[in-house]
């Protein structure tokens, strides 16, 4: 068979234009509750329950209300100095981990790694009653610190670092030894920059993870103004009754910078899922 | 509970929008109703169940208290804070900006609040209100919340659905009481 | 050369253990010692206000094991994963097969499909319990348009669960699609080619190459998005915000009842108990996955 054939057929295909059709209506589908959420956020309290597609009187006076009204601000702030934290934290412990795990010959290694691994099958939720002992007898309730130190490291991040760093050629650390690399060195300079794309879709992952983390925040923050913006929507909208136009604002205005990061980052978010999901 | 408009509050906001001529709510909502309803309305006591009966009402009410950890310094600040909070000129001033009830009892009795015509029978109500020691706030709540259910969404009777409701509560409070000698 | 060989390699493993050091502390501190600490938790009457904290051996289970809400919550979780996870596969991988199928704006939509896996849940969830709303709602409003009857959606115990679900494999599709799609790029051609020369096509093809060669990807997908069903929290939580978990435990997940239980009622002796229970289904369903993935493929 001609390798050009199998294509030529496959164009002339009226098949091929059904699965076009079929994949443009199930993305008005999956983009419809974007859109009511954007088109509501734009619409003045007395259209809301119209239901028009389209506001009558777009205004952005909803958002300008969320933003003033409540302390928007301040908790995608919080949401911010919590996901930046510990995706730093992640990054560079688990590539260290990960590192010494693949690279280092030494007693016990076997057994850390076990161990590691192991606590991947702890349900977060089993933790969460400990923690929350922990927090109130250590004084971490309401705090930046509370709401980080579950997530400072992750035994995934460990597992994917640890794959891709074994693919890091030993001569090129002996080669680094020679030259009187120290061992962080080692680490820092010559393995690290060759697990770049990893290591970029474990920051993308471990960020949205903890941009978006519900049970625990919602468990350890306890003031308006430590609440990170997933927990701080999910109260403002429980208070808000039916000011409809009021949540979906709101929402808006979480939803969419993410979006925004979304379409500049996509091929290297939707390639880390593929590299991530099929690793593990 | 009712579905009037999606969110917590919808049966309020329905009443306050001209969607609902008739809601049973709190004195707490006064401040809001006031501020969103265009159309006139008034405050009545709750109706008794047969001509002439025995008229109830139900007062909830949040209480500031001191905890067993507070001790020294800190107590007598909480002690102090909590005489602040309560004195007649604070509770005034809770009253006009908020428009709650105050919670002191010289200001109930004000003749000038009692002829209040919204807040009048509010405070007529409470010489007939009955509290409830909440033993498990959460769970009692659910009780009370799965029986209006019931009746919306299931069609059961309201009177099956209150005797329900009524069982599930009590064996709430036995179980705590049995752990829990009255002292 | 022995002598310093061994002190290299001491030296090393010195290293080693400086770098681990503070890892090692959080793993055990934060991960190992917490599970720990939650199963003796889960074996005591453990009243967060109550300074008595008597140990009752496996009471809580009992009492678990006869409360209606619990059995109601973990029939729901169980109902999720039956009604979740085979929708959200046949959808994903039906997607992905026709992505395969184009040629031009492949990138495009897959994008599209993505954008409600990187949406924050807690705002997804509240535009679709607005969407849902039974007198308010686009949804009954569409309905209406066509003259169908309106439905109740998240006010009826009957099908809140469903819509619950909806919210979720929409949430997740994305992810499943790119999961499947990788899975299909690692099916040599030659495959396809050889069966087509035989004459087998369409079903046949999908039917005896696409599925078995796509077998390890399908197990991954059942077993990431069982893990997901089984930890449900957010989406129940923000979609029925005013009795969450209802109308009548209808919507109800184990893990929202374990913060119902410890967070709202501070029973944690209880709740820490329900956390056990999830852990051994999560622990089962996880070494289900080693034993059936560690099988060779035979093609």
Known sequence: ?280 | MIDFFPGGNGYRDAFMAGRAGMIVDGSFAIGSIRAGTKAGWGVTELPRRTLGGEPSNFGSYWVHGLTVHAQGARRDAAIKFLKFLTSEQVQRLWLQQVGELPASRKLVNDPQLAADALYGPFIRGLAYARATFFVDESAQRQVLVDAVNEVVVNNKSPRQALDEAAAKEQKILDEFWKKHPAK | MSVPQLRLGTRRALWAYTFLFVPLLFYIAIRLGPAFSSLYISLHEWNLISPSKPFVGLQNFRLLARDPRFVQAAVNTVRYVLVGIPVQMALGLAVAVLLQRINRFRGLFRALYFMPFVTPVVAAAWVWQWMYSESFGPLNEILATVGLPLQPFLRSPGQALYAVAAMIIWQYLGFQIVIFLAGLEAIPRVYYEAAEVDGASGWRLFRHITVPLLNPTLVFSVVYGTIVFLQLFTQVLNMTFGDQGGPLAGTLTVVLYVYQLGFQRFMMGEAAAATAVLFVAILGITLLQIRVLSKPVEY
């Not at chain 1, 098949?15 to 003045?44: C, D, E, I, N």
């Not at chain 1, 280092?104 to 192991?118: D, E, K, N, S, T």
């Not at chain 1, 349900?123 to 923690?131: A, D, Q, R």
């Not at chain 1, 009021?246 to 990061?261: E, H, R, T």
Request: glycine share 8%; proline share 6%; net charge positive.
């Open chain 1, 1 to 280: 068979m001609v390798p050009g054939a199998g294509v030529e057929i496959r164009r002339r295909d009226p098949r091929t234009g059904l699965a076009y059709l079929t994949l443009a209506v199930g993305t008005v589908l999956v983009a419809f509750p974007f859109y009511w959420m954007v088109a509501s956020a734009l619409k003045p309290f007395n259209e809301m329950f119209d239901l028009r597609l389209i506001p009558a009187h777009p205004t952005l006076l909803n958002f300008a209300e969320v933003l003033t009204r409540t302390r928007f601000p301040r908790w995608f702030g919080n949401s911010l100095i919590v996901a930046t934290i510990t995706t730093v934290s992640v990054a560079f412990f688990d590539s260290l981990v990960g590192y010494v795990l693949a690279k280092l010959q030494f007693p016990g290694r076997g057994f850390i790694f076990v161990m590691i691994l192991a606590t991947l099958m702890i349900p977060t939720e089993m933790l969460v009653i400990p923690w929350y002992i922990m927090s109130s007898a250590y004084g971490w309730i309401n705090s930046y610190w509370g709401i980080m130190f579950p997530g400072l490291m992750s035994a995934f991040g460990v597992f994917l670092i640890r794959q891709f760093m074994s693919g890091v050629p030993d001569e090129l650390l002996d080669a680094g030894r020679i030259d009187g690399v120290t061992e962080f060195g080692l680490y820092w300079r010559i393995a690290l920059p060759q697990i770049r794309p990893a290591l970029a879709a474990l920051c993308i992952f471990t960020f949205l993870g903890n941009w978006n983390a519900f049970l625990w925040p919602l468990i350890v923050i306890q003031g308006a103004d430590m609440r990170t913006l997933p927990v701080g929507i999910a109260l403002f909208s429980g208070e808000a009754g039916s000011s409809w136009n009021l949540i979906m604002a709101s929402s808006a205005l979480a939803v969419l910078p993410v979006l925004a990061v979304f379409v500049v980052l996509q091929r290297q978010i939707i390639e880390g899922v593929t590299l991530t999901g099929l690793r593990s």
